[in-house]
Protein backbone atom coordinates (compact mmCIF):
# COMPACT_ATOMS: atom_id res chain seq x y z
CA UNK A 1 0.00 0.00 0.00
CA UNK A 2 1.11 3.71 -0.62
CA UNK A 3 0.30 6.26 0.63
CA UNK A 4 0.54 10.26 0.01
CA UNK A 5 0.18 12.82 2.81
CA UNK A 6 -0.80 16.10 0.86
CA UNK A 7 -0.94 19.31 3.10
CA UNK A 8 -2.54 22.53 1.36
CA UNK A 9 -3.43 25.75 2.74
CA UNK A 10 -7.23 23.99 4.17
CA UNK A 11 -6.97 20.90 4.37
CA UNK A 12 -4.48 18.30 5.06
CA UNK A 13 -5.61 14.86 3.44
CA UNK A 14 -4.60 11.29 2.16
CA UNK A 15 -3.93 9.79 -1.23
CA UNK A 16 -4.37 6.05 -0.91
CA UNK A 17 -2.74 3.90 -4.46
CA UNK A 18 -3.25 0.19 -4.41
CA UNK A 19 -4.58 -2.58 -6.18
CA UNK A 20 -7.66 -3.49 -5.34
CA UNK A 21 -8.22 -0.85 -2.70
CA UNK A 22 -11.58 -0.78 -3.46
CA UNK A 23 -12.59 -3.86 -1.12
CA UNK A 24 -11.71 -1.13 1.82
CA UNK A 25 -13.20 1.57 0.68
CA UNK A 26 -15.44 1.52 4.18
CA UNK A 27 -12.78 1.83 5.94
CA UNK A 28 -10.77 4.05 4.59
CA UNK A 29 -13.67 6.44 4.40
CA UNK A 30 -14.12 5.80 8.41
CA UNK A 31 -10.61 6.23 9.12
CA UNK A 32 -10.24 9.41 7.15
CA UNK A 33 -12.83 11.63 7.19
CA UNK A 34 -14.98 12.09 10.76
CA UNK A 35 -18.92 11.38 11.15
CA UNK A 36 -19.88 10.72 7.69
CA UNK A 37 -23.85 11.26 7.53
CA UNK A 38 -24.56 10.36 3.74
CA UNK A 39 -22.04 9.37 0.87
CA UNK A 40 -23.45 11.18 -2.50
CA UNK A 41 -21.73 8.92 -5.21
CA UNK A 42 -21.35 10.87 -8.08
CA UNK A 43 -20.73 8.87 -11.60
CA UNK A 44 -21.59 8.47 -15.17
CA UNK A 45 -24.03 5.88 -16.95
CA UNK A 46 -20.60 3.84 -18.12
CA UNK A 47 -18.82 3.67 -15.41
CA UNK A 48 -21.88 3.04 -13.21
CA UNK A 49 -22.86 0.11 -15.35
CA UNK A 50 -19.59 -1.29 -14.80
CA UNK A 51 -19.44 -0.69 -11.37
CA UNK A 52 -22.03 0.37 -9.95
CA UNK A 53 -23.41 -3.02 -8.23
CA UNK A 54 -20.19 -3.54 -6.79
CA UNK A 55 -19.62 0.08 -5.19
CA UNK A 56 -23.35 0.13 -3.95
CA UNK A 57 -22.98 -3.39 -2.38
CA UNK A 58 -19.50 -1.69 -0.36
CA UNK A 59 -20.97 1.72 0.29
CA UNK A 60 -24.57 1.12 1.38
CA UNK A 61 -23.34 -1.91 4.26
CA UNK A 62 -22.17 0.99 5.85
CA UNK A 63 -23.30 3.68 4.81
CA UNK A 64 -26.49 5.63 3.86
CA UNK A 65 -25.68 6.30 0.25
CA UNK A 66 -27.35 8.26 -2.65
CA UNK A 67 -26.28 8.53 -6.60
CA UNK A 68 -26.26 10.89 -9.31
CA UNK A 69 -25.16 9.52 -12.32
CA UNK A 70 -24.21 12.01 -15.27
CA UNK A 71 -24.32 11.50 -18.98
CA UNK A 72 -21.02 10.44 -20.54
CA UNK A 73 -18.34 12.44 -21.83
CA UNK A 74 -16.69 15.95 -22.31
CA UNK A 75 -19.67 17.57 -23.86
CA UNK A 76 -21.42 17.41 -20.72
CA UNK A 77 -19.15 19.23 -18.44
CA UNK A 78 -20.82 22.36 -18.50
CA UNK A 79 -23.41 24.13 -16.70
CA UNK A 80 -26.23 22.09 -17.18
CA UNK A 81 -24.43 18.99 -15.67
CA UNK A 82 -23.82 21.07 -12.60
CA UNK A 83 -27.16 22.26 -12.52
CA UNK A 84 -28.48 19.17 -12.77
CA UNK A 85 -26.34 18.01 -10.17
CA UNK A 86 -27.26 21.09 -7.89
CA UNK A 87 -31.14 19.69 -8.70
CA UNK A 88 -30.17 16.42 -7.56
CA UNK A 89 -28.42 17.40 -4.32
CA UNK A 90 -31.58 19.79 -2.98
CA UNK A 91 -33.81 16.51 -3.66
CA UNK A 92 -31.72 14.69 -1.61
CA UNK A 93 -31.52 17.54 0.94
CA UNK A 94 -27.99 16.89 0.80
CA UNK A 95 -25.93 18.94 3.94
CA UNK A 96 -22.11 20.52 4.21
CA UNK A 97 -21.60 16.97 6.21
CA UNK A 98 -22.21 15.13 3.43
CA UNK A 99 -20.27 13.34 1.16
CA UNK A 100 -19.61 13.63 -2.59
CA UNK A 101 -18.18 10.35 -3.88
CA UNK A 102 -16.81 11.35 -7.13
CA UNK A 103 -16.47 8.05 -9.02
CA UNK A 104 -14.86 8.37 -12.30
CA UNK A 105 -12.51 10.37 -14.99
CA UNK A 106 -11.87 13.27 -15.45
CA UNK A 107 -15.14 14.51 -16.17
CA UNK A 108 -16.98 13.53 -13.40
CA UNK A 109 -13.90 14.74 -11.14
CA UNK A 110 -13.81 17.79 -12.13
CA UNK A 111 -17.75 18.28 -12.74
CA UNK A 112 -18.51 17.16 -9.30
CA UNK A 113 -15.67 19.04 -6.97
CA UNK A 114 -16.87 21.68 -8.38
CA UNK A 115 -20.47 20.77 -7.30
CA UNK A 116 -18.96 19.83 -3.76
CA UNK A 117 -16.85 23.52 -3.49
CA UNK A 118 -20.12 25.50 -4.55
CA UNK A 119 -23.12 23.27 -3.14
CA UNK A 120 -23.82 24.72 0.84
CA UNK A 121 -20.96 26.80 0.01
CA UNK A 122 -18.69 23.50 0.10
CA UNK A 123 -19.42 19.72 1.07
CA UNK A 124 -17.00 16.79 1.63
CA UNK A 125 -15.27 15.46 -1.35
CA UNK A 126 -13.58 12.31 -2.01
CA UNK A 127 -11.81 12.01 -5.52
CA UNK A 128 -12.31 7.91 -6.28
CA UNK A 129 -10.35 8.17 -9.83
CA UNK A 130 -11.14 5.57 -12.22
CA UNK A 131 -8.76 6.51 -15.48
CA UNK A 132 -5.34 6.97 -15.71
CA UNK A 133 -5.50 10.44 -16.45
CA UNK A 134 -8.21 11.24 -13.32
CA UNK A 135 -5.71 8.62 -11.22
CA UNK A 136 -2.17 10.71 -12.18
CA UNK A 137 -3.56 14.22 -12.67
CA UNK A 138 -7.06 15.38 -12.10
CA UNK A 139 -7.74 13.74 -8.72
CA UNK A 140 -4.93 15.61 -7.31
CA UNK A 141 -4.58 19.35 -6.69
CA UNK A 142 -8.20 20.67 -6.23
CA UNK A 143 -8.70 22.09 -9.97
CA UNK A 144 -12.50 21.91 -10.85
CA UNK A 145 -14.53 23.05 -14.00
CA UNK A 146 -16.86 22.72 -16.19
CA UNK A 147 -16.35 23.98 -19.78
CA UNK A 148 -18.01 27.12 -21.15
CA UNK A 149 -18.69 28.64 -24.70
CA UNK A 150 -16.47 26.20 -26.30
CA UNK A 151 -13.84 27.32 -23.91
CA UNK A 152 -11.96 24.74 -21.83
CA UNK A 153 -12.06 24.79 -17.68
CA UNK A 154 -13.29 28.42 -17.58
CA UNK A 155 -15.49 28.32 -15.07
CA UNK A 156 -14.18 26.55 -11.81
CA UNK A 157 -12.42 26.62 -8.17
CA UNK A 158 -9.60 25.22 -6.27
CA UNK A 159 -11.02 22.65 -4.03
CA UNK A 160 -8.94 20.35 -2.46
CA UNK A 161 -10.63 17.15 -1.88
CA UNK A 162 -10.98 15.09 1.78
CA UNK A 163 -9.48 11.94 0.33
CA UNK A 164 -8.21 10.48 -2.99
CA UNK A 165 -8.45 6.74 -3.06
CA UNK A 166 -6.58 5.06 -6.32
CA UNK A 167 -7.64 1.52 -7.28
CA UNK A 168 -5.41 1.04 -10.14
CA UNK A 169 -7.02 -2.28 -10.89
CA UNK A 170 -10.43 0.04 -11.64
CA UNK A 171 -8.31 0.95 -15.26
CA UNK A 172 -8.83 -2.50 -16.62
CA UNK A 173 -11.74 -2.41 -17.90
CA UNK A 174 -10.46 0.71 -19.71
CA UNK A 175 -10.98 1.33 -23.91
CA UNK A 176 -7.46 1.39 -25.42
CA UNK A 177 -7.89 4.62 -26.70
CA UNK A 178 -8.28 6.06 -23.12
CA UNK A 179 -5.55 3.93 -21.88
CA UNK A 180 -3.55 6.20 -24.44
CA UNK A 181 -5.24 9.02 -23.34
CA UNK A 182 -3.85 8.91 -19.98
CA UNK A 183 -0.39 7.32 -21.25
CA UNK A 184 0.71 10.76 -22.61
CA UNK A 185 0.03 12.33 -19.30
CA UNK A 186 2.33 9.37 -17.63
CA UNK A 187 4.82 10.43 -20.60
CA UNK A 188 4.59 14.22 -19.52
CA UNK A 189 5.71 13.10 -16.13
CA UNK A 190 8.28 11.60 -17.51
CA UNK A 191 10.07 13.89 -19.63
CA UNK A 192 9.17 16.63 -17.36
CA UNK A 193 10.35 15.68 -13.81
CA UNK A 194 11.44 11.88 -14.09
CA UNK A 195 12.85 9.71 -17.02
CA UNK A 196 12.54 6.92 -14.87
CA UNK A 197 8.95 6.84 -14.99
CA UNK A 198 9.48 6.29 -19.22
CA UNK A 199 11.66 3.60 -18.36
CA UNK A 200 9.54 1.96 -15.68
CA UNK A 201 6.80 1.96 -18.42
CA UNK A 202 8.67 0.77 -21.19
CA UNK A 203 9.72 -2.55 -18.83
CA UNK A 204 6.32 -3.30 -18.52
CA UNK A 205 4.72 -2.77 -22.46
CA UNK A 206 8.19 -4.56 -23.83
CA UNK A 207 6.75 -7.19 -21.85
CA UNK A 208 4.15 -7.74 -24.13
CA UNK A 209 5.81 -6.08 -27.25
CA UNK A 210 4.66 -8.14 -30.15
CA UNK A 211 0.85 -8.16 -28.60
CA UNK A 212 -1.53 -6.00 -30.27
CA UNK A 213 -3.42 -5.23 -27.14
CA UNK A 214 0.20 -4.49 -25.26
CA UNK A 215 -0.91 -1.60 -23.40
CA UNK A 216 -4.37 -3.04 -22.23
CA UNK A 217 -1.79 -5.67 -20.64
CA UNK A 218 0.21 -3.29 -19.27
CA UNK A 219 -2.34 -1.58 -17.11
CA UNK A 220 -3.26 -5.16 -16.43
CA UNK A 221 0.24 -5.64 -14.70
CA UNK A 222 0.74 -5.79 -10.83
CA UNK A 223 3.64 -2.65 -11.28
CA UNK A 224 1.56 -0.23 -13.12
CA UNK A 225 0.12 0.83 -9.93
CA UNK A 226 4.24 2.02 -8.95
CA UNK A 227 3.83 4.20 -12.24
CA UNK A 228 0.88 5.80 -10.96
CA UNK A 229 2.09 6.47 -7.72
CA UNK A 230 5.49 8.31 -8.96
CA UNK A 231 3.26 10.62 -10.95
CA UNK A 232 0.75 11.02 -7.78
CA UNK A 233 3.98 11.84 -5.84
CA UNK A 234 5.49 14.30 -8.10
CA UNK A 235 2.08 16.23 -8.88
CA UNK A 236 1.12 16.24 -4.38
CA UNK A 237 4.80 17.75 -4.06
CA UNK A 238 4.35 20.56 -6.48
CA UNK A 239 0.77 21.65 -5.51
CA UNK A 240 2.73 21.98 -2.06
CA UNK A 241 4.91 24.48 -2.73
CA UNK A 242 2.04 26.14 -5.25
CA UNK A 243 -1.44 25.18 -4.51
CA UNK A 244 -2.98 27.95 -6.75
CA UNK A 245 -1.27 27.68 -9.82
CA UNK A 246 0.85 31.37 -9.43
CA UNK A 247 4.56 29.65 -10.55
CA UNK A 248 5.91 26.20 -10.13
CA UNK A 249 2.57 24.00 -11.25
CA UNK A 250 2.77 25.84 -14.68
CA UNK A 251 5.30 23.33 -15.61
CA UNK A 252 2.29 20.71 -15.27
CA UNK A 253 0.93 22.28 -18.65
CA UNK A 254 3.97 21.20 -20.45
CA UNK A 255 2.03 20.24 -23.93
CA UNK A 256 -0.88 21.54 -22.89
CA UNK A 257 -1.24 25.08 -24.58
CA UNK A 258 -0.89 23.88 -27.76
CA UNK A 259 -3.01 20.55 -26.49
CA UNK A 260 -5.90 22.74 -25.50
CA UNK A 261 -6.17 24.52 -28.46
CA UNK A 262 -6.25 21.29 -30.52
CA UNK A 263 -8.77 20.40 -28.28
CA UNK A 264 -10.88 23.77 -28.84
CA UNK A 265 -10.56 23.88 -32.73
CA UNK A 266 -11.05 20.23 -32.96
CA UNK A 267 -13.57 19.86 -30.83
CA UNK A 268 -14.19 18.10 -27.37
CA UNK A 269 -16.02 15.15 -29.34
CA UNK A 270 -13.82 14.55 -31.89
CA UNK A 271 -10.15 14.56 -30.00
CA UNK A 272 -9.82 13.38 -26.26
CA UNK A 273 -7.57 15.48 -23.60
CA UNK A 274 -4.83 12.95 -23.72
CA UNK A 275 -4.77 12.89 -27.63
CA UNK A 276 -4.07 16.66 -27.82
CA UNK A 277 -1.78 16.64 -25.17
CA UNK A 278 0.41 13.98 -26.43
CA UNK A 279 0.24 15.99 -30.12
CA UNK A 280 1.27 19.14 -27.79
CA UNK A 281 3.94 17.96 -26.19
CA UNK A 282 5.69 16.98 -29.54
CA UNK A 283 5.07 20.86 -30.21
CA UNK A 284 6.63 21.89 -26.85
CA UNK A 285 9.56 19.46 -27.82
CA UNK A 286 10.02 20.75 -31.70
CA UNK A 287 10.11 24.47 -30.22
CA UNK A 288 12.51 23.29 -27.05
CA UNK A 289 14.62 21.88 -30.18
CA UNK A 290 14.46 25.62 -32.32
CA UNK A 291 15.62 27.01 -29.32
CA UNK A 292 18.80 25.24 -29.45
CA UNK A 293 17.92 23.09 -26.04
CA UNK A 294 17.03 19.74 -27.26
CA UNK A 295 18.51 17.67 -29.83
CA UNK A 296 17.02 16.51 -32.72
CA UNK A 297 17.76 13.01 -31.83
CA UNK A 298 15.58 13.15 -28.79
CA UNK A 299 13.00 13.73 -30.93
CA UNK A 300 13.15 10.64 -32.81
CA UNK A 301 13.87 8.82 -29.47
CA UNK A 302 9.92 10.41 -28.81
CA UNK A 303 9.06 9.37 -31.66
CA UNK A 304 10.14 5.24 -31.26
CA UNK A 305 8.45 5.75 -28.10
CA UNK A 306 5.28 7.06 -29.43
CA UNK A 307 4.84 4.26 -31.32
CA UNK A 308 5.24 1.86 -28.74
CA UNK A 309 2.35 3.72 -26.60
CA UNK A 310 0.25 3.82 -30.00
CA UNK A 311 0.43 7.52 -29.13
CA UNK A 312 -0.99 9.76 -31.66
CA UNK A 313 2.09 12.17 -33.41
CA UNK A 314 -0.24 14.61 -35.62
CA UNK A 315 -3.79 16.22 -35.43
CA UNK A 316 -5.55 16.97 -38.34
CA UNK A 317 -8.62 18.94 -39.84
CA UNK A 318 -7.81 22.94 -39.50
CA UNK A 319 -4.84 25.79 -40.51
CA UNK A 320 -2.15 26.71 -38.01
CA UNK A 321 -3.72 30.02 -37.73
CA UNK A 322 -6.77 28.61 -35.97
CA UNK A 323 -4.75 26.92 -33.51
CA UNK A 324 -2.73 29.91 -32.69
CA UNK A 325 -5.62 32.51 -32.15
CA UNK A 326 -7.34 29.98 -29.73
CA UNK A 327 -3.80 29.71 -27.71
CA UNK A 328 -4.25 33.59 -26.88
CA UNK A 329 -7.12 32.12 -24.99
CA UNK A 330 -5.48 30.08 -22.84
CA UNK A 331 -5.33 30.85 -19.35
CA UNK A 332 -1.77 31.20 -19.00
CA UNK A 333 -1.78 33.82 -21.41
CA UNK A 334 -1.62 37.35 -19.51
CA UNK A 335 -2.08 40.41 -21.36
CA UNK A 336 -1.43 38.97 -24.58
CA UNK A 337 1.94 37.55 -23.65
CA UNK A 338 2.55 33.71 -24.74
CA UNK A 339 3.72 31.33 -21.74
CA UNK A 340 4.65 28.07 -22.47
CA UNK A 341 6.92 25.52 -20.98
CA UNK A 342 9.72 24.58 -22.64
CA UNK A 343 12.37 21.45 -21.67
CA UNK A 344 16.15 23.23 -21.52
CA UNK A 345 17.15 19.12 -21.16
CA UNK A 346 15.36 15.85 -20.16
CA UNK A 347 13.93 17.01 -16.62
CA UNK A 348 14.85 20.25 -17.26
CA UNK A 349 11.23 22.50 -17.76
CA UNK A 350 11.81 25.90 -18.08
CA UNK A 351 8.66 28.50 -18.36
CA UNK A 352 9.04 30.39 -21.16
CA UNK A 353 7.46 33.86 -22.28
CA UNK A 354 7.20 36.11 -25.04
CA UNK A 355 7.92 33.15 -27.64
CA UNK A 356 8.56 34.36 -31.39
CA UNK A 357 5.55 33.71 -33.12
CA UNK A 358 7.10 32.37 -36.04
CA UNK A 359 8.89 29.52 -34.15
CA UNK A 360 5.11 28.35 -32.42
CA UNK A 361 3.49 28.39 -36.03
CA UNK A 362 6.27 25.99 -37.34
CA UNK A 363 6.14 23.85 -34.70
CA UNK A 364 2.44 23.30 -34.77
CA UNK A 365 2.46 22.64 -39.01
CA UNK A 366 4.74 20.22 -38.61
CA UNK A 367 2.08 18.08 -36.45
CA UNK A 368 -0.47 18.66 -38.66
CA UNK A 369 -2.08 16.43 -41.33
P1 LIG B 1 -13.33 11.06 -19.02
O1 LIG B 1 -13.64 11.39 -17.65
O2 LIG B 1 -14.25 11.53 -20.08
O3 LIG B 1 -13.18 9.48 -19.15
C1 LIG B 1 -12.88 8.93 -20.40
C2 LIG B 1 -13.85 7.80 -20.78
O4 LIG B 1 -13.54 6.65 -20.00
C3 LIG B 1 -15.30 8.13 -20.50
O5 LIG B 1 -16.10 7.60 -21.50
C4 LIG B 1 -15.56 7.40 -19.18
O6 LIG B 1 -16.91 7.10 -18.98
C5 LIG B 1 -14.73 6.18 -19.36
N1 LIG B 1 -14.28 5.52 -18.14
C6 LIG B 1 -13.88 6.11 -17.00
N2 LIG B 1 -13.42 5.18 -16.14
C7 LIG B 1 -13.56 3.99 -16.74
C8 LIG B 1 -13.24 2.66 -16.37
N3 LIG B 1 -12.63 2.37 -15.22
N4 LIG B 1 -13.54 1.66 -17.23
C9 LIG B 1 -14.11 1.93 -18.44
N5 LIG B 1 -14.41 3.18 -18.86
C10 LIG B 1 -14.13 4.19 -18.01
O7 LIG B 1 -11.87 11.59 -19.42
P2 LIG B 1 -10.49 11.66 -18.64
O8 LIG B 1 -9.47 11.47 -19.66
O9 LIG B 1 -10.48 10.83 -17.42
O10 LIG B 1 -10.44 13.16 -18.11
C11 LIG B 1 -10.37 14.23 -19.00
C12 LIG B 1 -10.90 15.46 -18.30
O11 LIG B 1 -10.09 15.72 -17.17
C13 LIG B 1 -10.87 16.70 -19.16
O12 LIG B 1 -12.08 17.37 -18.99
C14 LIG B 1 -9.73 17.51 -18.58
O13 LIG B 1 -9.92 18.90 -18.73
C15 LIG B 1 -9.77 17.10 -17.13
N6 LIG B 1 -8.51 17.26 -16.42
C16 LIG B 1 -8.53 17.94 -15.26
C17 LIG B 1 -7.36 18.10 -14.55
C18 LIG B 1 -7.38 18.78 -13.21
O14 LIG B 1 -6.33 19.11 -12.67
N7 LIG B 1 -8.54 18.99 -12.61
C19 LIG B 1 -6.17 17.56 -15.01
C20 LIG B 1 -6.21 16.86 -16.20
C21 LIG B 1 -7.38 16.70 -16.91
N1 LIG C 1 -3.37 19.46 -14.60
C1 LIG C 1 -2.61 20.60 -14.30
C2 LIG C 1 -2.73 21.03 -12.88
O1 LIG C 1 -3.34 20.40 -12.06
O2 LIG C 1 -2.21 22.06 -12.57
Same mark, same amino acid.
Given at each position: MKSIEVKTLNKIYN? $? @?? %?????? /??? $?????IKSINNIILVSNEKIYTIYGERIKKIISSNF %????????? *??? $?????????? $???? /??? =???????ILSFGGGVVGDTAGLAAATFNRGMGLVQYPTTIIAQVDSSVGGKTAVNFENIKNVIGCFYQPDLIITDPKLLITLEEKEIINGLSEIVKYGLVFDYQIINDLLKIVNKYKNSDDRLLKTVKNEEFGNIIYKCVKIKSEII???? #??? *?????? =? #? +??? @? +??? #?????GFDNINHGQAVAVGILCAVDMSISYGYLDIDFKNKLHSLYNTLKLPEFVSGFKPDEIYNAIKFDKKFVSGINK #??????? =??? @???????????????IKYIR
Open positions: I $Y @IE %NHITDQ /LVT $YLKDN %NLKKIILKD *GEK $YKNLDTLKYI $YTEL /LKI =NARRNDVEKDE #FDT *GERHVL =N #F +GHT @I +GHA #FEKII #FILLKDV =NKP @IICTDLNEKIIKSSI
